[in-house]
């Protein structure tokens, strides 16, 4: 996969001086080519496939892209990656990482919001069901 990104990307700057397409187009279409496979299950069925078998489920699901809304709980400044931002879902937790600086300061304590990143760990505790996502994006 990586031989495959690294090789559109040579390819883009010629592409786009002879015309074919704009560098952005050409970006954009590395990026669906390489982006990871979306997640099509719910938060709830993704915390019982946890529940039953975390070592599988964990399997399943880590470096898939999920998509899905929660109320931001708490925004916090790190080391790597730079921001996490912790929502909750019901009852589940989704840890969210990020290094963007300007989609970071537009969030807000107690709002509501969509957040898109990759899958790195789904788990379960005494306490809740939780989901952490890097490269996020809200």
Known sequence: MKVLRNGLIAALPMLAMSGCITLEQGLQQVQQATAPAPVTQSLAQICQDVKANKVRAN?????????????VEMINQGMQPRY???????AVEIFAGTDNTSQVSALSVGKTTQVTGVITLVDQDYRACSVTLKNSTF
């Open 59 to 71: 399997e399943t699901y880590r470096n898939k892209t999920l998509s899905v809304s929660g109320k």
């Open 84 to 90: 996490r931002v912790y929502m909750s879902n019901g």
